[in-house]
């Protein structure tokens, strides 16, 4: 059951942060630091009523967080732009033993649901080079790159 996140998921959120964080740090040591997290409970807690900032949660039978998605509701206007509301996709989780099982899909659909009713024009997202089984999970949904961003290590 996919429901929006309380108070009370804030220990589960933390612990799969975490797990997202340390397979970020595998693949870039360099910018993610392992046994870290990308929110504490503080800015958790500051999420969790920010409305434009909403946090799904998926849960198993006993009613545990084992998956979750955080989204961003953003605003593209000015000069040279089309106005238009995007839903940004900041982080996708799922629970290490339950991954496989169709979670992330459920959960990115709900996010998706989501932004047609509250009528987005389209769904963005990032995802790091080399986490190859988050790009074709997402190539798999039907996203498609929209720009690349490009660095250079100093």
């Given amino acids: ?3 929006q996140a309380t108070q009370q998921d804030i220990p589960q959120l933390s612990k799969l942060l975490q797990y997202i964080c340390d397979l970020h740090s595998k693949i870039r040591p360099d ?16 999420l969790l009523q920010d409305s434009s900032r909403p946090i799904f949660v998926y849960r198993n039978e ?44 459920a959960l990115f659909n709900y996010a998706r649901n989501y932004a047609k009713e509250i009528q987005c024009h389209n769904i963005t ?22 720009r690349t961003f490009l660095e250079e290590i100093l």
């Fill in 1 to 3: 059951m996919i429901q």
């Fill in 31 to 46: 910018l993610f630091a392992a046994g870290k997290s990308k929110y504490n409970e503080q800015q958790l807690l500051e």
């Fill in 62 to 105: 006993e009613g545990l967080a084992v998956g979750y998605i955080f989204c961003a509701v953003k605003l593209w206007q000015g000069e040279g732009f089309v106005p238009q509301k995007s839903l940004y996709i900041d982080d996708l989780c799922v629970d290490q033993q339950y991954q496989h099982q169709g979670i992330g899909k």
């Fill in 125 to 146: 997202l990032n995802v790091w080079q080399g986490n190859d089984s988050a790009i074709k999970f997402y190539q798999d949904l039907g996203l498609s790159v929209q």
